[in-house]
């Protein structure tokens, strides 16, 4: 389904890009990275219409015993349970459900640890425009979804798009 509703949110935008021409981008946010999502000193990450993943880049020489996260629907907060240094804190740009989201650490191919978020979007299928308040603004309207088929589109959805398709030619 969510591919399904990806599709729909790409017909929308070239529809209303081809009503309205070129505006002014710059005030919309950075560009989103190849993931839909962006890159900060501290993590990365990246999302789908209904979820969210982020890494979070652990200090060098961090024991996974150190680590202390909680979130919960409206927050984030990662720290140190030794020395108390906060490594990421904030309010999420909109709620997550926590019993479905899930976090792990994981190294990589430098042998680097990081915190692997999983996060599932509680208020349905959008595009956050940032993770964590006070982080700079993704421009949403660039935001590449996949692609889908028709055949996997509800009725009503599926009615919308031909109407839309059908428009445009």
């Excluded at 979130?71 to 020395?83: A, G, I, Q």
């Excluded at 660039?142 to 030619?169: A, H």
Aim: proline letters at 2%.
């Amino acid at each position: 389904m969510k591919k399904a509703a990806a599709s729909v949110e790409k017909a929308v935008e070239k529809n209303e890009e081809s009503k309205g021409g070129d505006e002014d981008d710059k005030d919309k946010g950075v560009a989103p990275n190849a993931q839909n999502g962006a890159k900060t000193d501290k993590y990365e990450g990246g999302q789908a219409l209904d979820t969210v993943d982020v890494n979070i880049w652990l200090p060098e020489g961090f024991n996974t015993k150190q680590l202390a996260v909680k979130m919960t629907s409206n927050n984030l907060e990662v720290k140190n349970k030794v020395s108390g240094e906060v490594i990421v804190q904030g309010k999420w740009f909109k709620p997550i459900h926590v019993d479905d989201s899930i976090w792990c650490i994981e190294t990589d191919n430098k042998n680097k640890k990081f915190l692997q978020l999983n996060l599932q979007k509680k208020t349905g299928q959008n595009w956050w425009e940032y993770l964590l308040e006070g982080d700079a603004k993704i421009n949403t309207q660039k935001v590449e979804p996949e692609n889908s088929k028709l055949g996997d589109l509800d009725s009503e959805t599926r009615g919308v798009v031909e109407k839309m398709m059908f428009d445009q030619r």
